[in-house]
């Protein structure tokens, strides 16, 4: 097995770092997040670091990378203190990764690919029509992180929307039903493939399939 040391990691050429960096969490979910500033211009953007941070009250985080340039999404939220996260699917794969690219704040990425914004009242930030599972968030909390100079942005869960078929008896999400994607580095995509359900483990009691 190859050993790479973090000395190895900084002598990388600045895009295999992190493609290589991006890729040692394993396949993440990819979402789009739709933002407006203050005069209501909207924003689209593909985050794969979305993270569950607990359930009462609902806390769903992300982190927002250095803002060297211009972060449109972590200024609009912080500005409008709301945002959406809307889950991909491989009809609007596509469109979804050339949110990626680099438009100015004046121009919509809704308006450059195409794909739909939806708004519900009340709430100042824009769904995606197209996405199958859509979540509005409040700013909750933003968190510097000084090593590296990127933001945790925590957010609390204000509504959802989904298909009625994909919500389960058991209280999870159908994400394969919902065709959610994952992905890794900065380019590759990935279907989800159900494996197993697990019984709650208990010690002492053997693992059960249910």
């Known amino acids: 097995m190859k050993t790479i ?8 050429e600045k895009f295999s770092r992190v493609q290589f960096a991006t890729s040692l969490p394993g396949a993440k979910p990819i979402s789009l997040i ?37 972060r449109h999404t972590l ?32 121009v919509s990425e809704f ?11 009340g709430f100042k930030a824009p769904f995606v029509s197209e996405s199958r599972i859509r979540i509005g968030l409040e ?12 933001r945790l942005i925590v957010g609390r869960v204000v509504l959802v929307q989904l298909a009625e078929d994909h919500l389960l008896d058991h209280g999870g999400i159908d994400l394969v039903g919902a065709e959610c994607l994952a992905s890794t580095s900065l380019d590759t995509y990935f279907t989800v493939q159900p494996l197993a359900r697990l019984a709650h483990a208990k010690a002492g009691v053997e693992p059960a399939r249910i």
């Open 75 to 106: 200024a609009n939220l912080v500005e409008t203190r709301c945002w959406t996260i809307n889950h991909l699917h491989p009809d609007i794969l596509d469109a979804a990764h050339q949110c990626s690219a680099r438009y100015p704040k004046a």
């Open 111 to 121: 308006d450059s690919t195409g794909l739909t914004p939806h708004f519900e009242p």
């Open 139 to 150: 700013l909750e909390d933003l968190i510097d992180i000084p090593a590296n100079g990127t």
């Open 5 to 12: 040391t973090a000395a190895d990691i900084g002598r990388m």
């Open 34 to 70: 739709g933002t407006t500033d203050g005069a209501g211009r909207t924003n689209l953007a593909p985050f794969s670091s979305i993270l569950h941070l607990g359930s009462e009250p609902c806390l769903l985080g992300m982190v927002s990378r250095p803002d060297l340039v211009e």
